[in-house]
T-cell receptor, first 111, second 114 residues
């Protein structure tokens, strides 16, 4: 989707390092979703953010929503090989509970 | 409930043939979504249902594609006269009306058109 831009497109980090993935919308966000996908498999729901300034955590993954900037960031602390995969942000931009996705960020963890 | 099931997992078909995929959502969910994903891209919205009603169909979807959810339970996605450009992963997801818990996705059906 061109409405959602993710950066970076791919990321290679050393195990144990922290990392951040960004998602920026060109339209107002009515809900921001983060998913993880293993190569060739379905998507796994991580978390959903709805209110400006909201922050949620799932294990070592934290996501924040900056409503004014129409942006969200996903931060992984002390990365592990199990964190490798594709991280997708999705958003409800038409206020109809339909999620539009970005192109994803491919994360590789080096042992 | 075992989650969202998709069948088949893989399908190889010759160009010009028709194919049909099935999705069984989580039984309590009243919304069902179809997405298509090609290599290196995010999932692209195709269509969605609320119970048996098809609420929206992507403008990118040609007339060769049709989806049904006859009794508000399982759904089928049919592609007629397949083309090589139809090769992709077809993902199904379901949710409650208000998706604050996100969608639950199936494992997808990988279609290869040769």
């Amino acid at each position: 989707s061109q409405e959602l831009e993710q950066s970076p497109q791919s990321l290679i980090v050393q195990e144990g390092k922290n990392l951040t993935i960004n998602c920026t919308s060109s339209k107002t966000l009515y809900g921001l979703y983060w998913y993880k996908q293993k190569y060739g498999e379905g998507l796994i729901f991580l978390m959903m953010l709805q209110k400006g300034g909201e922050e949620k955590s799932h294990e070592k993954i934290t996501a924040k929503l900056d409503e004014k900037k129409q942006q969200s960031s996903l931060h992984i602390t002390a990365s592990q090989p199990s964190h490798a995969g594709i991280y997708l942000c999705g958003a409800d931009i038409d206020r109809d509970d339909k999620i539009i996705f970005g192109k994803g960020t491919r994360l590789h963890i080096l042992p | 409930d075992t989650g969202v099931s998709q069948d088949p997992r893989h399908k190889i078909t010759k160009r010009g043939q028709n194919v049909t995929f099935r999705c069984d959502p989580i039984s309590e969910h009243n919304r069902l979504y179809w997405y298509r994903q090609t290599l290196g891209q995010g999932p692209e919205f195709l269509t969605y249902f609320q119970n048996e009603a098809q609420l929206e169909k992507s403008r990118l979807l040609s007339d060769r594609f049709s989806a049904e959810r006859p009794k508000g339970s399982f759904s089928t996605l049919e592609i007629q006269r397949t083309e090589q450009g139809d090769s992709a992963m077809y993902l199904c997801a379901s949710s409650f009306l208000r998706g604050s818990d996100g969608y639950t996705f199936g494992s997808g059906t990988r279609l290869t058109v040769v």
